[in-house]
């Protein structure tokens, strides 16, 4: 195999690499409900919103307890994405 060959199959080998973790990245999807399930929210791999159900219980809650049910739920939904996110780019850098 000639210098040139040699370096077709290590940049093909990267690139297959890279289209397996841009694959990886973009399947990343994360649902997470809180305590009382009366919110669950579902966000992608870079924590954008994808999904928010309301279950009928959320009528009991009060507009901040709402507020904080929903905030609360996204949050601990995206820290979760990204968490996955970051263990995927570490293990391919690693």
């Not at 928010?52 to 979760?80: M, Q």
Request: with cysteine; charged share 25%; glycine share 8%.
């Amino acid at each position: 195999m000639s210098g040139f060959d040699a370096l077709e199959v290590a940049a093909r080998a990267q690139l297959d690499r890279i289209q397996r973790l841009t694959d990886d990245l973009a399947a990343i999807r994360v649902d997470h409900a809180n305590d009382d399930a009366t919110v669950t929210i579902s966000v992608d791999g870079a924590g954008r919103l994808m999904n928010l159900l309301l279950s009928h219980d959320i009528s009991r809650l009060s507009p901040a307890e709402f507020e904080c049910a929903v905030v609360a739920t996204a949050a601990a939904a995206a820290r979760e994405a990204l968490g996955r996110r970051g263990g995927l780019i570490e293990e391919f850098n690693g």
